[in-house]
């Protein structure tokens, strides 16, 4: 199970920080993706952290949004800064198996989902 937490509505230049905790796995052998859905678009990746630490971010988001994890809380966060209104969107937390090096950044190599949370960034 994926627990998503931490959205809300921010002023367009404003910071907010994602959680998603999970339970019912072995946090520290999985891969945790964000990914988001604006409405009417579809769900598109934003950032991953593999069970090996490796990162890859969305060209939209390098340089702003930051992803950790802490193995300890079965928890991976989610740092955003500097948003923008189009960053609007639910943000899902997702989590594969890690078996390797590579780092997925597809939708359908996801098979946890977590319900989503609202981020409304206002101009």
């Known amino acids: 199970q994926l627990q998503a937490s931490g959205g809300g509505l921010v002023q367009a230049g404003g910071s907010l920080r994602l959680s998603c905790a999970a339970s019912?796995?072995?946090?520290?052998?999985?891969?945790m993706g964000w990914f988001r859905q604006a409405p009417g678009k579809e769900r598109e990746f934003v950032t991953v952290?593999?069970?090996?630490?490796?990162?890859r971010y969305a060209d939209s988001v390098k340089g702003r949004f930051t992803i950790t994890r802490d193995n300890a809380k079965n928890t991976v966060f989610l740092q955003m800064n500097s948003l923008k209104p189009e960053d609007t969107a639910v943000y899902y937390c997702?989590?594969?198996?890690?078996?390797?090096?590579?780092?997925?950044?597809?939708?359908?190599?996801?098979?946890?989902w977590g319900q989503g949370t609202l981020v409304t960034v206002s101009s």
């Open positions: 997702a989590a594969r198996q890690g078996y390797s090096s590579a780092i997925y950044s597809r939708v359908l190599h996801y098979p946890y």
């Open positions: 019912e796995l072995t946090f520290s052998d999985f891969d």
């Open positions: 952290v593999t069970w090996r630490r490796g990162t």
